[in-house]
Protein backbone atom coordinates (compact mmCIF):
# COMPACT_ATOMS: atom_id res chain seq x y z
CA UNK A 1 0.00 0.00 0.00
CA UNK A 2 1.43 3.47 -0.99
CA UNK A 3 2.14 6.00 1.57
CA UNK A 4 1.02 9.29 1.74
CA UNK A 5 2.47 11.13 -0.56
CA UNK A 6 3.76 15.15 -0.55
CA UNK A 7 5.70 17.66 -2.97
CA UNK A 8 7.98 19.12 -3.00
CA UNK A 9 10.25 18.05 -0.12
CA UNK A 10 11.91 21.25 0.25
CA UNK A 11 11.59 25.02 -0.87
CA UNK A 12 13.16 28.25 -0.16
CA UNK A 13 11.27 31.46 -1.10
CA UNK A 14 11.71 35.30 -0.38
CA UNK A 15 8.77 36.99 2.10
CA UNK A 16 5.53 38.26 0.47
CA UNK A 17 5.64 35.13 -2.54
CA UNK A 18 3.87 32.57 -2.53
CA UNK A 19 4.04 28.31 -2.24
CA UNK A 20 1.99 25.73 -2.85
CA UNK A 21 2.41 22.23 -1.66
CA UNK A 22 0.70 19.12 -2.68
CA UNK A 23 -0.59 15.86 -0.93
CA UNK A 24 -2.02 12.48 -2.30
CA UNK A 25 -3.51 10.83 0.69
CA UNK A 26 -3.46 6.88 1.07
CA UNK A 27 -6.01 5.52 -1.39
CA UNK A 28 -9.49 4.92 0.96
CA UNK A 29 -9.11 7.33 3.30
CA UNK A 30 -11.66 10.04 3.48
CA UNK A 31 -9.77 12.41 6.29
CA UNK A 32 -6.93 14.68 5.21
CA UNK A 33 -5.03 16.95 7.55
CA UNK A 34 -2.43 19.42 7.00
CA UNK A 35 -0.39 20.29 9.96
CA UNK A 36 2.20 22.65 10.55
CA UNK A 37 5.73 21.35 12.55
CA UNK A 38 7.74 25.10 13.46
CA UNK A 39 11.32 23.51 14.42
CA UNK A 40 10.93 22.80 18.27
CA UNK A 41 7.19 22.23 18.64
CA UNK A 42 4.22 19.71 18.06
CA UNK A 43 2.85 19.66 14.88
CA UNK A 44 -0.62 22.09 14.93
CA UNK A 45 -3.71 21.22 12.77
CA UNK A 46 -3.62 24.04 9.96
CA UNK A 47 -7.12 22.01 8.40
CA UNK A 48 -9.22 19.01 7.99
CA UNK A 49 -11.22 17.57 5.35
CA UNK A 50 -13.70 15.09 5.20
CA UNK A 51 -13.67 14.24 1.36
CA UNK A 52 -13.87 17.54 -0.08
CA UNK A 53 -15.83 19.09 2.47
CA UNK A 54 -13.93 21.63 5.30
CA UNK A 55 -14.01 20.06 8.81
CA UNK A 56 -12.19 22.28 11.13
CA UNK A 57 -10.21 25.45 9.48
CA UNK A 58 -10.39 27.37 12.95
CA UNK A 59 -6.46 27.03 13.02
CA UNK A 60 -6.13 28.22 9.52
CA UNK A 61 -4.65 31.84 9.08
CA UNK A 62 -7.31 32.45 6.01
CA UNK A 63 -5.44 35.98 5.09
CA UNK A 64 -2.91 34.42 3.72
CA UNK A 65 -3.20 30.16 3.80
CA UNK A 66 -5.85 28.51 1.36
CA UNK A 67 -6.36 24.88 1.37
CA UNK A 68 -8.73 22.84 -0.81
CA UNK A 69 -9.24 19.61 -1.95
CA UNK A 70 -11.11 19.19 -5.40
CA UNK A 71 -12.90 15.40 -6.04
CA UNK A 72 -12.17 14.14 -2.17
CA UNK A 73 -8.43 12.83 -3.07
CA UNK A 74 -5.56 15.24 -3.66
CA UNK A 75 -5.48 18.34 -1.66
CA UNK A 76 -3.24 21.72 -2.08
CA UNK A 77 -2.39 23.92 0.56
CA UNK A 78 -0.99 27.50 -0.54
CA UNK A 79 0.28 30.35 1.22
CA UNK A 80 0.17 33.73 -0.44
CA UNK A 81 1.91 36.26 0.83
CA UNK A 82 4.50 34.11 3.00
CA UNK A 83 6.40 35.43 5.92
CA UNK A 84 9.46 34.57 8.02
CA UNK A 85 7.07 33.11 10.72
CA UNK A 86 5.75 30.56 8.05
CA UNK A 87 8.97 28.72 7.77
CA UNK A 88 8.32 25.07 8.92
CA UNK A 89 7.19 21.81 8.10
CA UNK A 90 3.77 20.87 6.62
CA UNK A 91 2.59 17.78 7.41
CA UNK A 92 0.08 16.19 5.65
CA UNK A 93 -1.43 13.28 7.08
CA UNK A 94 -4.49 11.01 6.35
CA UNK A 95 -6.73 8.10 8.36
CA UNK A 96 -9.44 6.06 7.76
CA UNK A 97 -11.92 4.77 10.69
CA UNK A 98 -13.41 2.15 9.40
CA UNK A 99 -12.04 -0.29 11.88
CA UNK A 100 -11.27 1.99 14.90
CA UNK A 101 -14.15 4.12 16.93
CA UNK A 102 -15.02 7.07 15.79
CA UNK A 103 -11.50 9.55 16.87
CA UNK A 104 -9.62 6.82 18.01
CA UNK A 105 -7.57 6.00 14.25
CA UNK A 106 -4.37 6.26 13.53
CA UNK A 107 -2.67 9.17 11.16
CA UNK A 108 -0.82 8.15 8.31
CA UNK A 109 1.77 11.36 7.55
CA UNK A 110 3.92 11.89 4.58
CA UNK A 111 7.55 13.11 4.91
CA UNK A 112 6.32 16.59 4.87
CA UNK A 113 7.25 19.38 2.58
CA UNK A 114 10.16 21.76 4.43
CA UNK A 115 9.52 25.47 3.49
CA UNK A 116 12.04 28.18 4.43
CA UNK A 117 10.72 31.88 3.59
CA UNK A 118 13.96 34.55 3.94
CA UNK B 1 -10.52 21.59 24.95
CA UNK B 2 -7.55 18.72 25.24
CA UNK B 3 -3.75 19.49 25.54
CA UNK B 4 -0.25 17.32 26.00
CA UNK B 5 2.72 18.38 28.18
CA UNK B 6 5.68 16.50 27.72
CA UNK B 7 8.26 16.48 30.54
CA UNK B 8 11.63 16.82 28.97
CA UNK B 9 12.04 18.20 25.45
CA UNK B 10 15.43 15.86 25.78
CA UNK B 11 16.15 12.75 27.27
CA UNK B 12 19.48 10.86 26.74
CA UNK B 13 20.02 7.17 28.01
CA UNK B 14 22.79 4.83 27.48
CA UNK B 15 22.70 2.19 25.15
CA UNK B 16 20.50 -1.03 27.06
CA UNK B 17 18.96 1.34 29.66
CA UNK B 18 15.71 2.02 30.57
CA UNK B 19 13.90 4.71 28.24
CA UNK B 20 11.26 7.40 29.97
CA UNK B 21 9.23 9.51 27.81
CA UNK B 22 6.61 11.38 30.69
CA UNK B 23 3.67 12.89 28.60
CA UNK B 24 0.34 14.05 30.74
CA UNK B 25 -3.32 15.25 28.93
CA UNK B 26 -5.70 17.31 30.20
CA UNK B 27 -9.03 16.06 28.70
CA UNK B 28 -12.90 16.74 29.58
CA UNK B 29 -14.13 13.58 28.38
CA UNK B 30 -11.94 9.90 28.40
CA UNK B 31 -9.35 10.27 25.68
CA UNK B 32 -7.94 8.27 23.26
CA UNK B 33 -3.57 9.01 23.25
CA UNK B 34 -1.39 8.05 21.06
CA UNK B 35 2.39 8.26 20.75
CA UNK B 36 4.27 8.76 17.47
CA UNK B 37 7.80 8.51 16.64
CA UNK B 38 9.71 10.99 14.00
CA UNK B 39 12.68 10.03 12.60
CA UNK B 40 14.98 12.73 10.91
CA UNK B 41 13.47 14.41 7.44
CA UNK B 42 10.58 11.69 8.05
CA UNK B 43 6.77 11.98 8.95
CA UNK B 44 5.41 10.84 12.04
CA UNK B 45 4.41 7.00 12.36
CA UNK B 46 2.43 5.31 15.08
CA UNK B 47 3.87 3.53 17.72
CA UNK B 48 0.82 2.39 19.76
CA UNK B 49 -2.49 3.93 20.99
CA UNK B 50 -4.74 3.89 24.06
CA UNK B 51 -8.55 3.23 22.90
CA UNK B 52 -10.06 2.30 26.54
CA UNK B 53 -9.69 -1.14 26.51
CA UNK B 54 -6.08 -2.27 28.57
CA UNK B 55 -4.56 0.30 30.23
CA UNK B 56 -1.32 -1.24 29.45
CA UNK B 57 -0.46 -1.05 25.77
CA UNK B 58 2.50 -2.73 23.50
CA UNK B 59 3.18 -1.11 20.33
CA UNK B 60 6.26 -1.77 18.10
CA UNK B 61 9.90 -2.27 18.46
CA UNK B 62 9.30 -3.24 22.23
CA UNK B 63 7.84 -0.19 23.65
CA UNK B 64 4.74 -0.04 26.09
CA UNK B 65 2.72 2.85 27.59
CA UNK B 66 0.67 2.73 30.49
CA UNK B 67 -3.04 4.89 30.84
CA UNK B 68 -3.15 6.21 34.62
CA UNK B 69 -6.05 8.16 34.73
CA UNK B 70 -5.50 8.90 38.37
CA UNK B 71 -2.61 10.67 37.53
CA UNK B 72 -4.25 11.64 34.21
CA UNK B 73 -0.47 10.33 32.20
CA UNK B 74 0.72 8.10 29.63
CA UNK B 75 4.36 7.38 29.76
CA UNK B 76 6.05 5.46 26.95
CA UNK B 77 8.73 3.08 28.39
CA UNK B 78 11.49 0.10 26.54
CA UNK B 79 13.58 -1.92 29.03
CA UNK B 80 16.30 -1.52 26.69
CA UNK B 81 17.68 0.97 24.74
CA UNK B 82 18.90 0.30 20.86
CA UNK B 83 20.65 2.84 19.27
CA UNK B 84 17.98 2.49 16.43
CA UNK B 85 15.78 4.09 18.63
CA UNK B 86 17.34 7.77 18.82
CA UNK B 87 14.54 9.74 17.03
CA UNK B 88 11.70 12.56 18.11
CA UNK B 89 8.68 11.21 20.18
CA UNK B 90 5.78 12.82 20.37
CA UNK B 91 2.44 12.11 22.60
CA UNK B 92 -1.21 13.06 21.12
CA UNK B 93 -4.42 13.30 22.47
CA UNK B 94 -7.85 12.98 20.92
CA UNK B 95 -11.79 12.23 21.82
CA UNK B 96 -14.50 10.70 20.33
CA UNK B 97 -15.93 13.78 19.26
CA UNK B 98 -13.00 15.42 17.88
CA UNK B 99 -13.73 14.02 14.17
CA UNK B 100 -10.04 12.23 14.29
CA UNK B 101 -7.93 15.25 14.76
CA UNK B 102 -5.43 14.55 17.64
CA UNK B 103 -3.67 17.61 19.38
CA UNK B 104 0.29 16.69 19.90
CA UNK B 105 2.73 17.42 22.59
CA UNK B 106 5.82 19.47 21.45
CA UNK B 107 8.00 16.36 21.48
CA UNK B 108 11.01 14.85 23.34
CA UNK B 109 14.01 13.95 21.54
CA UNK B 110 15.63 10.97 22.69
CA UNK B 111 19.28 10.19 22.23
CA UNK B 112 21.11 6.66 22.98
CA UNK B 113 24.79 7.02 23.62
CA UNK B 114 26.92 3.93 23.04
Known amino acids: EAGVAQSPRYKIIEKRQSVAFWCNPISGHATLYWYQQILGQGPKLLIQ????????DSQLPKDRFSAERLKGVDSTLKIQPAKLEDSAVYLC????????????????FGEGSRLTVL | AQSVTQLGSHVSVSEGALVLLRCNYSSSVPPYLFWYVQYPNQGLQLLLK??????LVKGINGFEAEFKKSETSFHLTKPSAHMSDAAEYFCAVSYSGSAGKSTFGDGTTLTVKP
Open chain 2, 50 to 55: YTSAAT
Open chain 1, 93 to 108: ASSSYRDSPPGAGELF
Open chain 1, 49 to 56: FQNNGVVD
